[in-house]
């Protein structure tokens, strides 16, 4: 009997510790729960929003009956822009409370600018039911009703085909419910078929944001973005698409397309940036047979070959092509400067200068210096044709190498040596005709009086050289041969 007794005392003792020591641990809990709200309170008012939020979810954590702390934390998301998260916080508050007003206005106005009329309605005809005067649940209940009946409008004007009145009527409807993804989604399908891919990117962008697992609204961006020529953006979005389920069959085969397409325009651009010019052009006709379908594509390989063409001093094919990419796309001033550099290349001067001149035009502000540079350098080439120009004078191209310059003036310092001709006429002209050539081969096989022909500047013109002084045709370093009289014996200098 004693053991018994002395057994059921120690039991009362400890079941008297257990209950010191609960107490302390609620005690604690309830002092840490006012700890976590007023320094939730405090950090909000400061705007620290981040370090509220984690205070205030200590606080639900450590009491889940308390319809505040759930008011109070809907608060803080509803300050972080975090509607959707501030919902359920709310409906627990209301769960709670159901007599809570303030708690059913908030998720009444959440619900109507999310454009849920039919919940809206409850939340503020329940507040009116409680307090029949409440001037703003009464203005919000009018609201969703007006709002209810544009929706109903603007999805009527959509399936008659009347776009532009749907977009008007879907304007106001984004005005009363700017986190409702359906109107957005709705009036960036008008733009799309009214032509506007511009707004309905500027449409979609936020649904991917307002809706969950929006995979839709990444695909058609990213055939947006792709449409209009932007294949970077184009990957990057629908990559996102993947992000939100690898095995979408819809974004997969357009993930394919892009990166394809991508990969093989980011590569004909390196290939350029190292001067590889041929192969860069076989990237871009291999790009444009990867995407036939959409022009921009082959506007933009068209005249990305027309530039390789000029580098490759390819000049009829480079003025063939880049024709083609100027009728395609008139207003681009990159392909009237390309065209200009090839006609320059191909001694045809006037033709530059107007295709300079266009392009300039193009530059609305004036600021882009290659244009200014290059219809400066084309009308020089333009005045100095016009005296004397030193590749037709041997009949070789801009591009012809320094054997190519010797090869033509040996060929015509045979034919028009002065010995060759009779009469004392034909003998002048062929003096004439002798040191044209002399002098365009003492140019051309020089770099550095070569390089100031090619710029506009006729290198043996005193006039040129010095701003004033007679012009005409000067002999190399100001020798003639034939100042002398008598007779000249003419023999190849092997340069």
């Given at each position: 009997?004693e053991?018994?007794?002395?057994?059921?005392?120690?039991l009362?003792?400890?079941?008297?510790?257990?209950d010191?020591?609960?107490d302390?641990?609620l005690?604690?809990?309830?002092?840490?729960?006012?700890?976590?709200?007023e320094?939730g309170r405090k950090?909000?008012?400061?705007?620290?929003?981040?370090?509220?939020l984690?205070h205030?979810?200590?606080a639900?954590?450590?009491?889940?009956?308390n319809?505040?702390?759930y008011?109070?934390?809907?608060?803080?998301?509803?300050a972080?822009g975090?509607s959707k998260?501030?919902?359920?916080?709310?409906?627990?508050a209301?769960?709670?409370?159901?007599?809570?007003?303030a708690?059913?206005?908030?998720?009444?106005?959440i619900l109507l600018k999310?454009?849920n009329?039919?919940?809206a309605r409850?939340d503020?005809e329940?507040?009116?039911q409680?307090s029949?005067?409440?001037?703003?649940?009464r203005d919000?209940?009018?609201?969703?009703n007006?709002?209810?009946?544009l929706?109903?409008?603007?999805?009527?004007t959509?399936h008659q085909?009347?776009?532009?009145a749907?977009?008007t009527?879907l304007?106001r409807?984004i005005?009363?419910?700017p986190w409702d993804?359906?109107?957005?989604?709705?009036?960036?399908?008008?733009?799309?078929r009214m032509g506007d891919p511009?707004?309905?990117?500027?449409?979609?962008t936020?649904?991917?944001k307002?809706?969950?697992?929006n995979?839709?609204?990444?695909?058609?961006l990213?055939?947006?973005?792709?449409?209009l020529?932007?294949?970077h953006?184009?990957?990057?979005l629908?990559?996102?698409?993947?992000?939100?389920?690898q095995?979408?069959?819809?974004?997969?085969?357009?993930y394919?397309?892009?990166?394809?397409?991508?990969?093989q325009?980011?590569s004909?651009?390196?290939?350029?940036e190292?001067f590889?010019?041929?192969?860069?052009?076989?990237?871009?006709?291999?790009a444009?047979?990867?995407?036939?379908?959409?022009p921009?594509y082959t506007n933009?390989?068209k005249?990305?070959?027309?530039f390789?063409?000029?580098?490759?001093n390819s000049?009829l094919?480079a003025?063939d092509?880049?024709?083609e990419?100027?009728?395609?796309d008139?207003r681009?001033?990159?392909?009237?400067r390309?065209r200009a550099?090839a006609?320059?290349?191909?001694q045809e001067y006037e033709k530059?200068?107007e295709?300079?001149?266009e392009?300039?035009?193009?530059?609305?502000?004036?600021?882009?210096i290659?244009?200014k540079?290059?219809?400066?350098?084309?009308q020089?080439l333009?005045?100095v044709s016009?005296?004397?120009d030193?590749?037709k004078?041997l009949?070789?191209?801009?591009?012809a190498n320094?054997?190519?310059?010797?090869?033509?003036y040996?060929k015509?310092?045979?034919?028009?040596?002065?010995?060759n001709?009779q009469?004392?006429?034909?003998k002048?002209e062929?003096?004439?005709r002798?040191?044209d050539i002399?002098?365009?081969?003492e140019v051309?096989?020089?770099?550095?009086?070569?390089?100031?022909?090619?710029?506009?500047?006729d290198?043996?013109d005193?006039e040129?050289?010095q701003?004033g002084?007679g012009?005409?045709?000067?002999?190399?370093h100001?020798?003639?041969p034939?100042?002398s009289g008598g007779s000249?014996?003419f023999?190849?200098?092997?340069n």
């Open positions: 009997m053991s018994c007794r002395r057994t059921l005392c120690s009362s003792l400890l079941c008297v510790l257990l010191i020591q609960l302390g641990v005690g604690a809990t309830h002092v840490e729960i006012e700890h976590h709200l320094m950090l909000l008012a400061a705007g620290q929003l981040a370090e509220a984690s205030y979810h200590s639900v954590e450590g009491d889940s009956k319809y505040l702390t008011y109070k934390r809907a608060a803080v998301f509803l972080m975090k998260s501030a919902l359920p916080d709310l409906t627990k209301i769960l709670l409370k159901p007599d809570f007003l708690a059913r206005l908030q998720r009444g106005n999310q454009g009329t039919q919940e409850e503020f329940a507040v009116l409680r029949p005067d409440h001037e703003e649940a919000q209940l009018m609201k969703a007006e709002l209810e009946e929706q109903e409008e603007a999805h009527a959509y085909g009347d776009y532009s749907s977009i009527v304007e409807v005005e009363i419910s993804p359906d109107s957005r989604e709705l009036r960036a399908e008008c733009y799309i511009q707004k309905a990117i500027q449409d979609l936020p649904t991917t307002l809706r969950n697992d995979r839709g609204a990444y695909l058609k990213s055939m947006l973005h792709y449409s020529g932007d294949h953006e184009s990957l990057n629908i990559r996102e698409c993947l992000r939100l389920d095995d979408d069959k819809e974004c997969f085969t357009h394919k397309q892009v990166k394809k397409l991508s990969k325009l980011d004909a651009e390196e290939l350029i190292q590889r010019f041929q192969e860069a052009i076989s990237k871009y006709e291999t444009m047979k990867t995407e036939p379908k959409i921009l933009l390989a005249e990305r070959i027309c390789c063409l000029v580098k490759l000049a094919d003025i092509v880049c024709s990419a100027h009728q395609r008139p681009n001033a990159n392909v009237l390309d550099e006609y320059i290349l191909n530059a200068v295709d300079y001149i392009a300039k035009e193009f530059d609305s502000e004036g600021e882009r290659d244009l540079e290059g219809l400066e350098r084309a020089k333009l005045k016009k005296k004397r030193y590749y004078i009949g070789v191209g801009r591009s320094k054997q190519e310059v010797i090869k033509a040996r015509l310092a045979q034919q028009w040596h002065p010995d001709f009469s004392e006429t034909d002048k062929a003096e004439k002798f040191i002399a002098s365009a081969k051309l096989i020089d770099p550095e009086m070569r390089q100031k022909f090619d710029a506009g500047e290198p043996l005193p040129s050289q701003g002084g012009g005409g045709h000067g002999w190399p100001h020798f003639n034939f100042d000249f014996h023999k190849f200098q092997h």
